[in-house]
């Protein structure tokens, strides 16, 4: 396993920046969280639960595409590439690419849930023992340096599924993708898979599940600072809840407290008045021109376009400009 080069934060430094985090979200008169601290241990794990929900279109309809065009990915990959996957979570799509590209020569997963990277790492070094599995602890928005590989490689392919890059903004998306073109270099190619603007009444329950799974998973936001940060957040005062903003075209999950109350975290306190929220997290939905028009100010021109039949989602293959 790599940590990532300066000035990447390690995992030893999250506890400071995760405190910092919330301490300076939950002082901004809309309270906000940023979502990489949804994912510890359980974080990921409800993650991966909400995938297999069927509200949750996102991940079987990233996956059809992926089976559908994976010769073709295979085929840009070449041989003995490395394949670069940013915030791999369970790595579950990835597999799709591995059985694809028999000659890839490394696979570098990053996270920054350090105990499920490591796991999910071991779980392919032994289900692929000749790929070269080297996971690196890091926030996919710092420089990251590769590791080094055992063996001259091929061409390095970025991989960003999971609509992840919904959860950025225009200014963070442009720094990730500047940043991935530096680590892929000139040769290099990214695989994005962004979610695509379509109907309330399909958008909203994936984002609010009929068994509760999206809820727990906001609220355990909540528990992990309790757990982590010394907080005494009454997980039984907030409610979970994704609403629409249309003018920036995004769903946001909100932590509603439904009643007054004061909670500390870090020997601080903070008020909350009825229906006041905390900001948890964006999905943005894209149509294909806004996704191209930020591609290309970050040095990325899109090869080739792939979509479902319905057009709900969509799988971008990108090299630089
Ligand atoms: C929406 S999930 C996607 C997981 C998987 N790639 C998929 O397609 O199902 C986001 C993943 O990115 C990780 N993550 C979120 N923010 C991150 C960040 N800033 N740096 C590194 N990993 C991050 C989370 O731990 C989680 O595994």
Redesign the pocket.
Known sequence: MTRASAPAPSQDDFPNAFLDDVLSGLSQPQKSL???W??DAR??AL??RI?ALPEYYL?RT?TAILERVAPDLAAMMGPDAVLV??????????RILLDAAKDLRAYVP????EG??LETADRLRADYPILEVRPVV?????EIALPPLSDPAGRRVG??????VG?LSDADIDRFLRQARRMLGADGRFIL?FDRVKPLSVLLPAYDDAQGVTADFNLNLLRRINRELDGDFDLSGFDHEARWNDAASRVEMHLVAHRAQTVRVGGQTFDFSPGETIHTEDSRKFTPERMKALCARAGWSVEALHSDPDEAFSVAVLRPA
């Open positions: 940023p979502c990489r949804f994912y974080g990921s993650f991966e995938t991940t990233e996957e940013y915030g791999a979570g369970a790595s579950v799509k990835t990053i996270d920054v849930s499920f990277l890091a926030d996919f928005l710092s991989f960003f599924p999971g609509s992840t959860n898979g």
